[in-house]
């Protein structure tokens, strides 16, 4: 087996600069957004009593989710032992952990005392599924800078295997615990079901690969480093594989909720007479992240890889944002069910759809989140040797 | 999150014997004792005698708490609302108040990451707000509705409630009266300026009129099939 | 050599540039807080309040919020009380204004305590009611 060279990219090319210069200016931005919103109070923001997570959460779930499924091409290189995803490994690591510490951000900032993060980091009420996922979000980044460190330092060889199970074990946990946070809240119609948990899964094994096919897209790009049809052609299937199986877990949500003859109110919400959500729903993530990837990765449609493997990509970037506004913000807009079956009005938006329009402050923090995740990887890829150099499709095909 | 002392032990059992033998349903608790399990306070609600544009409750609830609005309605906080529940089947219409309705099995002190929100000896669900980070999940997690979370700077805050930006709030149950052997200004208004639909008390008392109304009378909770077990009980829904 | 040197003189200027920010607490005069209500005790001596009052504030807001144990000592609605001071038209002036008695001291330690963002800045209004 050919051993892969890693190199790290050149730093200060024109190009570079500018790509630093740009995401600065985005993270300069949604931190006047933060400065804004903390100073004035969350009421220059669209969020409400009513609607109390907005657009910043849904970025930060997008991120955080992907973080988790990036991660995957590292495992299916090293637990499952699939010699082509080898060399994406330590790049996988790294993209992981800048997706997170991007949603993490977001995430942080938007609390209404984000000065308290000492406070959350050091009181924990262990039966709130919050507490924990601080904690697994904490321990990710310790597992894979281990990970990562097995993989990049000859000296600590021995520990990858164990290494790349624990970090796979941690990211499944993660996941569900992710799930879970909206999975656990039996208050809420939309979405008090313990199929969150592996619909995250499925989300996280699509929107990850998806991120990370783009990230490697790029890369090689902008570096002129060889990046082979047949691999391109292995990713984006099994993107089309993730995306089946999230299409599933939805599926498998909806039929279940439609079922329940008390959940027709906010099923026929989301799925019909939902207005934005709605289009969101079957629009988005469903055609252009579910449908749409599905048919690019299975038949082509005649284009190259490359260009499959970009436009299969973004569209699954597109549906997981439509997918999780759906979830977070059409699950807070229909109405808390307080009295079942009868017409409730009050003074204190009982009763009926919440509005939630989001604002550009959020907004540009939501944007930000991506543009701290981009950073990261580009500083890491610049310092460290993560990209490999030689992704070629190999002469005689081994497999 | 706290260290209870010996000494807090040992007054707090001081405390418990002498609130046993004693049979006091709402006087005022000692100085230095500390809130004791053996009472729960509850509300009893007849909606019978809750008129439909009647909200004094409310508008004593703002009064007190220093709940000064700033004609945002979707983001001004509010404690207790009124409901106007129409059967659509019948067209029967009758209205309640709705407050935080301190379950026994709270959701929102499950889901809190800090335990900022907490439930207190005595059943009143609490948002400890020097520990409140603002994130909200309480507010998801509550099917009453009962947290307000603070949009903005306040100030002309009443020196028996802090509150402030960036944290969450809700219904305190005026634990700030009820430990000076008060009740609820809820109720004291709902009393003294229309029909007295509010009951508060000890359900532990045998004695106390509360927990002697709903043994002998009919009366059920809000979304009791959730199995939180609210401390308010309605008549009349 | 000559270069290490240079880079050593400069990164010690740069370490000691943040000594610079002492300078203005070095000119400033030690705090001057008003004096509380006449006719009053503190808790304590000032000495130890000084010292000790952060520790005492944050035990007893768990006792008083968590444990529900009214009429502690270091009761921060009691501050309040005794160290407000009242304007000459006799409007209570807010206790963290600036110059007046908590704000005094902490301006000049640099320290800001975010109290007040919360808790009422002047003493309760005498009104008849169940407040403790």
Known sequence: MKKTVYLEITALTPGWIALVAGLGAMIAAALAAVWHMEHQGHWVTGMTNQVVWGLPHVFAVFLIVAASGALNIASIGSVFGREPYQPLGRLSGLVAMALLAGGLAVLVLDLGRPDRLA?????????????????????????????????????????YRPAALGAFLWRLILTTGTGSIFGFLVAREAYGAAVMAPLFIAMSFAYGLAVFTLVLLFTAKTTGRPLGDRMLIRLVRLLGLFVAANLYFVALHHLTQLYFAGRGGVEAFVLADGGVYTMLFWGGQV??????PLVIAFTG????????????????????????????????AWPLDLFPGMEVASGFADGRIHAYVPTLAETVLGLGGLAIAALVILLGVTVLRFVPTGLADPEQSPG | MTEISRRQVVLASGAVLVVAASAAAAAPRGQGQPASATRHWGLLIDTAKCDDGCTVCVKACK??????????????????????????????????????????KPACVDVCPTGASMKRADGIVLVDRHICIGCRYCMMACPYKARSFAHEEQTGQKPYLPRGKGTVEGCTLCVHRIDAGGEPVCVEACAAKAKGAMLFGDLKDPDSAIAQRVAKEATTRIRA????????RYQGI | MAVAMRV?????????????????????????????????TCIDAPAVMRRDHPGMLMHQRDDTLRLGIRGGKASLKDCVACHATTAADGTPVPVNAPGQFCQACHAYAAVQPDCFECHATTPPLKTAGGAP
């Not at chain 1, 055609?287 to 749409?292: Q, S």
């Not at chain 2, 099939?225 to 308010?232: A, E, H, K, N, T």
């Not at chain 3, 010690?12 to 030690?30: K, M, Q």
């Open chain 2, 225 to 232: 099939d959730l199995g939180l077990l609210p401390s308010v």
């Open chain 1, 287 to 292: 055609v252009l992240g579910g449908i749409l």
């Open chain 1, 119 to 159: 406070v959350a980091m050091t009181h924990f009420n262990f039966k709130s599924i919050f507490a924990w996922n601080v904690i697994l979000y904490s321990g990710f980044f310790a597992v894979v800078a281990f990970y990562l460190w097995t993989m990049m330092d000859w000296r600590m060889k021995r520990f």
């Open chain 2, 63 to 104: 009064a007190e708490m220093g709940l000064a609005g700033h004609d945002r309605p979707a983001t001004d906080p509010q404690y207790v609302r009124k409901l106007t529940v129409t059967d659509p089947a019948t067209g029967h219409r009758h209205s309640l108040p709705v407050m935080c309705q301190h379950c026994d």
């Open chain 3, 8 to 40: 050593l003189a400069i990164l010690l200027c740069l370490l000691a540039l943040p000594s610079l920010l002492a300078l203005p607490s070095l000119a400033a005069d030690p705090p001057n807080p008003p004096p509380a209500k006449a006719g009053t």
């Open chain 1, 301 to 332: 449609c005649g284009h190259r890889p490359r260009r499959r493997a970009t436009i299969a990509s973004l569209l699954v970037m597109i549906g997981g944002l439509a997918q999780v506004y759906v979830l977070i913000i059409g699950g807070q």
